[in-house]
């Protein structure tokens, strides 16, 4: 039930663009983003509850296609402290599965000057 | 507010050895979570606990893991006896979820395992 994210890692120049998809083969309920610097604790960036919503907060946005059972992450002008490790985390269900997220590998993003 | 506590923050130890995490959640958040997350991977859930009761154990490998969280508030997992392929980062993190609804994780330092 792990989700499969694409890249793996992605190098970026300051104020280029990028887009980290996070895909399952179960339905799903919601997808939770973190990004984690190395080192550091998981810092959550949004939740998207399935209904296609996209969510969004400074240049940092994300979309859930529950059709496709995807989402993407897209980081616009990316900064320097953009930079770390991107996790998507998949809720499948209700009931005995409540609450457990299912993370994927990751996507390594280096952002340099 | 103050976040997630987690101690010791680096652990060294030798394989067969027993060795015990501690976390304290944010102030009033009634479901907790321990996860291990291995070099270059997601974190995995090991067990869930909602108050003082465990809503899911399913991935914890009890032979040799155990948790409990006391009174609803702190917790501790315990490995024993840890074997080489437990190092790992072991994160607490802890979210305000009281009903059927898709919630907020928040993630704690974690506690860096090293098994010799």
Request: hydrophobic letters at 30%; one cysteine or more; a positive charge.
């Given at each position: ?113 | ?25 944010i102030s009033g958040h009634a479901t ?85």
């Amino acid at each position: 039930q792990q989700p499969v994210q694409s890249p793996q890692a992605v190098i970026l120049r300051e104020g280029e663009d990028a887009v980290i998809n996070c895909s399952s083969s179960k339905a799903l309920y919601s997808v939770h983003w973190y990004r984690q610097k190395h080192g550091e604790a998981p810092v959550f960036l949004m939740i998207l509850l399935k209904g296609g919503e996209q969510k969004g907060h400074d240049k940092i946005s994300a979309s859930f296609n529950e059709k496709k059972q995807q989402s993407s992450l897209y980081l616009t002008a990316s900064q320097l402290s953009y930079s770390g490790t991107y996790f998507c985390g998949t809720e499948t269900g209700r009931g005995s599965t409540l609450g457990r997220l299912y993370f994927g590998r990751g996507t390594q993003l280096t952002v340099w000057p | 507010e103050a976040g997630v506590a987690q101690s010791p923050r680096y652990k060294i130890i030798e394989k067969r050895q027993s060795v015990a995490f501690w976390c304290n959640p944010i102030s009033g958040h009634a479901t907790l979570y321990w996860y291990q997350q291995i070099l270059g991977q997601g974190p995995k859930l090991l067990i869930q606990f909602q108050n003082n009761g465990v809503v899911d154990d399913s991935q914890l490998p009890k032979d040799r893991f155990s948790a409990e969280r006391l009174k609803g508030v702190d917790s501790t997992l315990k490995i024993q006896p840890a074997k080489l392929e437990d190092s790992a980062v072991y994160l607490c993190a802890s979210s305000a979820r009281l009903d059927q609804s898709t919630d907020t994780q928040y993630f704690g330092p974690g506690t860096r395992l090293t098994v010799l």
